[in-house]
């Protein structure tokens, strides 16, 4: 089982030892019985999975305190709407041998939600990688209850970024759970974008998917890479999943090469097939089979199903030639069962022009879904390499037959991603702009020692996250390539600002590069609005676009190298001074932009040893103790600051 801890879970635990445990025995057996983790116990809203196996060897069992709402295989049975949570008791007893131990969980069983009309649309894309930042989530709302009318949500700019893997994800795929009250992103684990290029993608790429999850499509969890494809596989693209109800579980699918065991360079020939895999969690998932290979590579499904009956869209990957004239385009198929081994065919070529409708170029990544207000489908179909998505739509699944959309207004760029049908709270919350940052009595919004973890002990929850080659050492973060990832609007209503941090910079360090940097990089990769410092010369800046539109601070020293420093800027009521180890050596005035200006209150590029500039070098060094406050200190606040000193 993937660890849970980044899923920041509140669980009630109690263990206890059974009697007559040899002292030789206890430590395996008590340490098996603490490892025994449920995802989201403390807010149940579908199946649990409640592990077979522990640690060590051990077999578990389980028993419920109330098996009418959750039963000893994780069968749960929510309370009806407007009722109260309800609690139960699952005690796990782990076994090895004759010994054993037991620990107990309290799960809480939220009611089911109040059914809501579907009044709009989301959808999530990736813009491609063309864009250094394009390889990344983005996100549209309809205007009303219009399928092909949408407008970008967060100023067209990121609403979620990886930090993980390979740094990049594409063809993001939203699914609603079967009760409506939770969503999973999952995506691919690629970015092609100064990358290894896509020979090597299918071959030593990614074997884990990227999940997110959320209860209301706005604030989502912390990203988790699970691994899903067995070790013959040379990538997981494209990952999506339904709600199969026959058989109690999430099918989720992806396309990889698959390549002989006695071949684990991946050197010869592969084909994609489509695989999969079930699970009820999105943490663990049973092992990966075949789930479509008809002797040549296909990739990207999607599912659509209406009474009773699965949908199923696939890309054909074939070179297009006139012995597979369909090839490059979508194939529709049908079957009664998720599972089916085959599929009754029902179309092809679908996306290519005919005589009655327009077509593309070539067609991927289909997306479906059902129309909110009448008996229509509709499918948007990939053009790569052209327009992006195109809608196409229909009014009879079985017939096969598809035609171009009229009149569609799409968001920028769209890419393989989904659009998923929404109630109009759900609407409101994706187009509802970003809350004012939060702060303590003394403006602290966030404190980020760096010292084991980028956790923001302030209790506001702005945590990082480690991306890249980023570690803990010595007390604190080693940086040698990799940089830590903040949340997205951190200035969001600072009308002044402070940072604060205590660096290490290595005597091999590279310019230009950022000490830090809050705000937004633009689709070419340069700085589009942010707030930094950089140490050759030491300086700092405001800017609400590139480099053109800074109003900087500069001490017109280097900062030295190979010892710590401490590194102080402020921003507000129209002055910048910069600090260093408490002690002011620049100051300007005349300052009109506060951070607020900053992407009109939305920053997607926060970052800990990284610079907004896409070409910048990374931070080489160390960095620890940062703090964010939302006015600008005094200078006798920053000289009372502790000074950075040796770990």
Same mark, same amino acid.
């Given at each position: 089982?993937?660890?849970?801890?980044?899923?920041?879970?509140?669980?009630?635990?109690?263990?206890?030892?059974?009697?007559?445990?040899?002292?030789?025995?206890?430590?395996?057996?008590?340490?098996?019985?603490?490892?025994?983790?449920?995802?989201?116990?403390?807010?149940?809203?579908?199946?649990?999975?409640?592990?077979?196996?522990?640690?060590?060897?051990?077999?578990?069992?389980?028993?419920?305190?109330?098996?009418?709402?959750?039963?000893?295989?994780?069968?749960?049975?929510?309370?009806?709407?407007?009722?109260?949570?309800?609690?139960?008791?699952?005690?796990?007893?782990?076994?090895?041998?004759?010994?054993?131990?037991?620990?107990?969980?309290?799960?809480?069983?939220?009611?089911?939600?109040?059914?809501?009309?579907?009044?709009?649309?989301?959808?999530?894309?990736?813009?491609?990688?063309?864009?250094?930042?394009?390889?990344?989530?983005?996100?549209?709302?309809?205007?009303?209850?219009?399928?092909?009318?949408?407008?970008?949500?967060?100023?067209?700019?990121?609403?979620?970024?990886?930090?993980?893997?390979?740094?990049?994800?594409?063809?993001?795929?939203?699914?609603?759970?079967?009760?409506?009250?939770?969503?999973?992103?999952?995506?691919?684990?690629?970015?092609?974008?100064?990358?290894?290029?896509?020979?090597?993608? %299918?071959?030593?790429?990614?074997?884990?998917?990227?999940?997110?999850?959320?209860?209301?499509?706005?604030?989502?969890?912390?990203?988790?890479?699970? %691994?899903?494809?067995?070790?013959?596989?040379?990538?997981?693209?494209?990952?999506?999943?339904?709600?199969?109800?026959?058989?109690?579980?999430?099918?989720? /699918?992806?396309?990889?090469?698959?390549?002989?065991?006695?071949?684990?360079?991946?050197?010869?020939?592969?084909?994609?097939?489509?695989?999969?895999?079930?699970?009820?969690?999105?943490?663990?998932?049973?092992?990966?089979?075949?789930?479509?290979?008809?002797?040549?590579?296909?990739?990207?499904?999607?599912?659509?199903?209406?009474?009773?009956?699965?949908?199923?869209?696939?890309?054909?990957?074939?070179?297009?030639?006139?012995?597979?004239?369909?090839?490059?385009?979508?194939?529709?198929?049908?079957?009664?069962?998720?599972?089916?081994?085959? /599929?009754?065919?029902?179309?092809?070529?679908?996306?290519?022009?005919?005589?009655?409708?327009?077509?593309?170029?070539?067609?991927?990544?289909?997306?479906?879904?059902?129309?909110?207000?009448?008996?229509?489908?509709?499918?948007?179909?990939?053009?790569?390499?052209?327009?992006?998505?195109?809608?196409?739509?229909?009014?009879?699944?079985?017939?096969?037959?598809?035609?171009?959309?009229?009149?569609?207004?799409?968001?920028?760029?769209?890419?393989?991603?989904?659009?998923?049908?929404?109630?109009?709270?759900?609407?409101?919350?994706?187009?509802?702009?970003?809350?004012?940052?939060?702060?303590?009595?003394?403006?602290?919004?966030?404190?980020?020692?760096?010292?084991?973890?980028?956790?923001?002990?302030?209790?506001?929850?702005?945590?990082?996250?480690?991306?890249?080659?980023?570690?803990?050492?010595?007390?604190?973060?080693?940086?040698?390539?990799?940089?830590?990832?903040?949340?997205?609007?951190?200035?969001?209503?600072?009308?002044?600002?402070?940072?604060?941090?205590?660096?290490?910079?290595?005597?091999?360090? %590279?310019?230009? /590069?950022?000490?830090?940097?809050?705000?937004? @990089?633009?689709?070419?990769?340069?700085?589009?609005?942010?707030?930094?410092?950089?140490?050759?010369?030491?300086?700092?800046?405001?800017?609400?676009?590139?480099?053109?539109?800074? %109003?900087?601070?500069?001490?017109?020293?280097?900062?030295?190298?190979?010892?710590?420093?401490?590194?102080?800027?402020?921003?507000?009521?129209?002055?910048?001074?910069?600090?260093?180890?408490?002690?002011?050596?620049?100051?300007?005035?005349?300052?009109? @932009?506060?951070?607020?200006?900053?992407?009109?209150?939305?920053?997607?590029?926060?970052?800990?040893?990284?610079?907004?500039?896409?070409?910048?070098?990374?931070?080489?060094?160390?960095?620890?103790?940062?703090?964010?406050?939302?006015?600008?200190?005094?200078?006798?606040?920053?000289?009372?600051?502790?000074?950075?000193?040796?770990?």
């Amino acid at each position: 089982m993937a660890s849970l801890r980044h899923l920041s879970l509140v669980v009630v635990v109690t263990a206890a030892l059974l009697p007559g445990v040899p002292a030789a025995a206890e430590p395996l057996v008590r340490s098996a019985a603490a490892a025994v983790e449920v995802p989201n116990i403390g807010d149940v809203r579908g199946h649990l999975t409640l592990p077979a196996t522990g640690a060590h060897g051990t077999t578990i069992t389980w028993r419920s305190s109330n098996t009418r709402v959750i039963t000893t295989t994780g069968e749960v049975n929510r309370p009806r709407s407007g009722a109260r949570p309800v609690k139960v008791v699952l005690t796990a007893k782990v076994s090895r041998g004759r010994h054993s131990a037991t620990r107990a969980l309290i799960a809480t069983v939220v009611p089911l939600p109040v059914a809501e009309p579907l009044e709009g649309y989301g959808f999530f894309y990736f813009t491609g990688e063309s864009s250094p930042i394009g390889e990344q989530i983005y996100a549209a709302a309809s205007n009303g209850n219009n399928p092909l009318d949408f407008s970008e949500v967060n100023n067209g700019r990121p609403i979620l970024r990886s930090g993980l893997g390979e740094l990049g994800v594409r063809d993001p795929f939203v699914l609603r759970s079967p009760d409506g009250d939770r969503f999973y992103l999952l995506a691919t684990d690629l970015k092609i974008n100064g990358g290894r290029g896509w020979d090597a993608a %299918q071959r030593t790429g990614s074997r884990s998917i990227m999940v997110w999850e959320s209860t209301d499509l706005r604030t989502w969890s912390r990203q988790r890479g699970v %691994q899903v494809s067995p070790p013959t596989a040379g990538n997981t693209w494209a990952p999506e999943a339904f709600w199969d109800a026959r058989r109690g579980t999430y099918v989720v /699918y992806w396309a990889s090469k698959l390549y002989a065991e006695s071949d684990p360079g991946h050197t010869g020939t592969s084909y994609n097939r489509m695989m999969y895999a079930t699970t009820r969690d999105f943490v663990t998932f049973s092992p990966a089979k075949v789930w479509i290979d008809p002797g040549y590579s296909v990739i990207d499904s999607t599912v659509i199903e209406h009474d009773g009956t699965y949908y199923r869209y696939t890309k054909d990957e074939r070179n297009n030639s006139s012995s597979s004239p369909c090839s490059k385009y979508i194939t529709a198929e049908k079957s009664a069962d998720l599972l089916a081994p085959a /599929y009754d065919f029902v179309a092809e070529c679908i996306g290519k022009a005919t005589p009655t409708s327009p077509g593309l170029s070539a067609g991927e990544g289909p997306t479906g879904f059902k129309s909110n207000t009448e008996d229509r489908w509709y499918l948007f179909i990939d053009e790569y390499g052209g327009r992006g998505y195109v809608p196409f739509e229909t009014t009879d699944l079985a017939s096969g037959r598809w035609t171009m959309s009229t009149g569609a207004r799409l968001p920028a760029s769209p890419r393989h991603g989904t659009v998923l049908p929404v109630t109009r709270a759900e609407l409101n919350r994706l187009t509802a702009p970003p809350s004012p940052v939060r702060a303590d009595a003394r403006g602290l919004v966030a404190h980020w020692p760096l010292n084991g973890s980028a956790t923001d002990v302030t209790g506001h929850g702005y945590d990082g996250v480690l991306a890249g080659n980023a570690t803990w050492s010595e007390g604190s973060l080693l940086l040698r390539g990799g940089h830590v990832q903040l949340p997205n609007n951190l200035l969001t209503g600072a009308a002044a600002a402070t940072i604060s941090a205590d660096v290490l910079v290595d005597p091999a360090q %590279q310019t230009p /590069y950022f000490l830090y940097g809050f705000g937004n @990089t633009a689709a070419n990769g340069v700085g589009d609005g942010y707030l930094f410092s950089t140490g050759d010369t030491y300086r700092g800046a405001i800017a609400t676009g590139n480099w053109a539109t800074e %109003q900087g601070v500069n001490s017109g020293l280097a900062l030295p190298r190979g010892v710590w420093k401490t590194v102080t800027l402020t921003v507000g009521d129209g002055v910048e001074a910069l600090y260093l180890d408490g002690v002011e050596v620049a100051r300007t005035t005349g300052v009109t @932009t506060r951070p607020s200006d900053i992407g009109g209150g939305i920053t997607t590029a926060n970052h800990l040893g990284r610079s907004v500039y896409a070409a910048d070098k990374p931070l080489l060094g160390r960095m620890k103790n940062v703090r964010l406050y939302d006015r600008a200190l005094s200078g006798a606040e920053v000289a009372a600051l502790p000074r950075a000193t040796s770990p």
